[in-house]
């Protein structure tokens, strides 16, 4: 991973910021963002389908990492953010970002966020279910209103990740099934219905994937769905979204592509495919979350208190943990680390890095060697920009961390720390 950081003096930087000045400035624990790394990311997804001649859009899965600042970005960069929430939804309006970029998926969304979609003429609204064609009919006829909208279908395709984060195969909560007829029966209904323009088809067969088989079974079999739709149904679609997914280096163990060389597979892919079957190729959209914000990301603590048990362990704990980054605990995800103000050091020693969250499982890193820590030390924890903060909780009542968003030299709060107050602002005093 020391490959992939800038290192000055043996000091940490981040987008041309030392990180210790970072952390004394705004305090830890911290998380950091290095926006040129978001920008690149978009740019690098861009290129590619530039290059393909494509209809395309790159659209952000905010549930990643989303916040005002991250919107405003996304909006500079003519991105498209994929929102999962009435929560998300607030945040993209709040920063004034376009609503025709915008697509709300979901499993189950309610009435009134479909409601507040279609009030703010939300680009795209993935379908994922029958109760909720019935539901967002329902909202059209009341507001005498149409929307565009796609299908999503699960592909049956199991990508090789970890379970929980697989949702292309059959056996899942998301989308029509395809090898039931479900998603014929969702097409019909749609089309039958006088609100609702169906602009395509979507999927998405998981996280963190690095194995480039599954994009490509995924993008055969949508192929061969848009062919069989336009035989039986005489409908063809006009986009179809693969979703996102592509696998990032979190450690030196993590080998993958690209990002954009996932999608320049997928693109290879839909254009044999489509030629073969005698189906016009569609834009392609894609959902990458975690490959634009993960890189971007670095979490900042103070190391405190360690204990040595001889002969088994030595843990140093961080003024963070579980309640910033769940990832290690609900996933087993492995990450990187260095000591910000020591980058490279001849005497290293291997050390566990734990939080402070009163939970054994509260463990960020496992066995790393690292130069001798020493209280007040700062700790960086990389590629923490995707389901870090976005995870975050207010476990133990710990207020979450400032984000930073830093650029050429210069940073700036995205979202400030929660403070105490924060933490009983919603409490209510009883009369008991
Ligand atoms: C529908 C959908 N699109 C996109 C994503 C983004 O995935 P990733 O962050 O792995 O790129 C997800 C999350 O897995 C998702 O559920
Ligand atoms: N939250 C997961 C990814 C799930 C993506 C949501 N569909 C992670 O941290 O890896």
Redesign the pocket.
Known sequence: MHDDIEVQDNQLMIGGVPATKLADEYGTNLQVYDVSKIRDQIRAFKRVFEKNNLEYAVSYAS?AFACIAMYQVLKQEDAHADIVSGGELYTAIKAGFPMDHVSFHGNNKSRAELEMAVDHHVGMIILDNFYEIQLLNEVLEAKDATADVMLRVSPAVSAHTHEF?Q?GQQDSKFGFDILTGQADEALQQVLNSERMNLKGVHSHIG??IFETSGFKIETEKLVRLMKHWQDEFDYTPEIVNVGGGFGIKYTDDDHPIRPEDFVQQIITTMQEETEKLGVKTPAVWIEP??SISGPAGVSLYRAGSSKTIPNIRKYVAVDGGMGDNI?PAL?G?KYDAVVANDVVDDETELVTLAGKYCESGDILIKDIELPKIKPGDVIAILATG??GYS?ASNYNRNPRPAVIFVEDGKSQVAIKRETFADLVHLDQNLDI
């Open positions: 549930k984060i949702t996280s963190q979350g975690r990832r996933y995800a995707a389901y995870m």
